[in-house]
């Protein structure tokens, strides 16, 4: 005879856990806020993948790939950076590290070919700089502008979002 004293308890992380003294099918509290906190940050990256879809051409992959690419480049100035250099786009655009298609392709799990492809419509656009050796760089006018949207309206919406699943999880 099942011991319903303690149900095991499966929730939307795949998890199952013994809870005492609960009703089988009740959640626990942890469970409850995890799943609040998964439907906030559903709605902010759901919010967030809309606008990267439509600002780039409604193509889902230019985006990951320039953030790739901004990410290689930028890795150098992770540690040890203050913040000012930001404001100093040319002493910024010499510090970066160069990366190339290959290195792309084989951080995103993309093939080569369509990594060559998206990288020729971004330089297109102006937003990465492709050297006759093949090193990749963000464009000043693309760390301006992605900048300049990061400060002002994505990590806005992230640091609120952050706040209600804190206000949330002391509640």
């Not at 780039?56 to 992959?61: G, V």
């Not at 990951?64 to 540690?79: D, P, Q, T, V």
């Not at 250099?85 to 190339?100: Q, T």
Request: aromatic share 6%.
């Amino acid at each position: 005879m099942p011991n319903n004293e303690n149900p095991r308890i499966n929730y939307s992380m795949g998890k199952s856990y013994t809870a005492p003294n609960m009703r089988p099918g009740t959640l626990d509290p942890g469970a409850k806020i995890l799943r609040a906190a998964a439907v906030l940050l559903a709605r902010y990256q759901i919010r967030s993948l809309r606008r990267l879809f439509e600002e780039f051409e409604r193509d889902i992959l230019l985006p990951i790939l320039l953030g790739e690419i901004a990410l290689h480049n930028l890795g150098a100035l992770e540690n040890g950076v203050n913040a000012g250099i930001f404001d100093d786009m040319p002493s910024l655009m010499v510090k970066l590290r160069p990366c190339n298609a290959y290195s792309i392709a084989a951080a995103t799990g993309l093939p080569r070919e369509t990594v060559r492809r998206k990288i020729a419509r971004l330089a297109e656009l102006g937003w990465i700089m492709r050297q006759d050796n093949g090193h990749l760089f963000l464009t000043e006018q693309a760390v301006q502008h992605f900048g300049d949207l990061l400060g002002s309206r994505d990590l806005p919406e992230l640091l609120e979002t952050a706040d209600r699943l804190r206000r949330f999880i002391e509640d």
